[in-house]
């Protein structure tokens, strides 16, 4: 079945929003890595991986109906210069990702597209656990700079 001609356009701006989210959190943590934190390196390395993996089932939805993905020009990632500007930054980006699939969720439901509707549901609880997650770190922060 051709899909919806913005259900197309909703994955095409997915896989960007994606692609754009693995390299902020790439830089992020080999930004770390140079500051000597360890442990945020490998935190945000994690976090890099698991939207590499949200990139990798839009792709899979992308090829089973029949269009070749591609994530287009990548806006430049916004690493920030501390740890708390790089979550806050990281904030931002996970609100984008929010706002973008439940738009999706909303629209997939109202055409009748479960397939995608099943995935823009996946991805959107799964952006919904990292807005958590930053939140609950940046308030464990308090006033320093950085947890190491
Ligand atoms: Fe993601
Ligand atoms: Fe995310």
Redesign the pocket.
């Known amino acids: 079945m051709r899909p919806h001609p913005r259900i197309a356009g909703f994955l095409g701006r997915a896989l960007s929003?994606?692609f754009l989210?693995v390299q902020q959190y790439l830089v992020q943590s080999r930004l770390c890595g140079l500051w000597g934190w360890q442990d945020w390196a490998a935190s945000f390395a994690k976090e890099s991986r698991?939207?590499l993996e949200?990139a990798g089932l839009l792709s899979d939805h992308l090829l089973r109906i029949g269009i070749a993905p591609s994530a287009g020009t990548l806006r430049p990632s916004r690493p920030g210069r501390d740890l708390r500007e790089m979550l806050e930054q990281d904030m931002a980006i996970e609100w984008s990702?929010v706002e973008l699939y439940a738009e999706a969720l909303d629209f997939s439901r109202r055409v009748r597209d479960e397939g995608v509707a099943q995935l823009f549901a996946h991805?959107l609880a799964?952006?919904q656990g990292?807005l958590k997650h930053l939140q609950e770190t940046i308030n464990s922060l308090g006033g320093a700079e950085h947890g190491q």
């Open positions: 929003h994606e989210a698991e939207e949200h990702a991805l799964d952006e990292h």
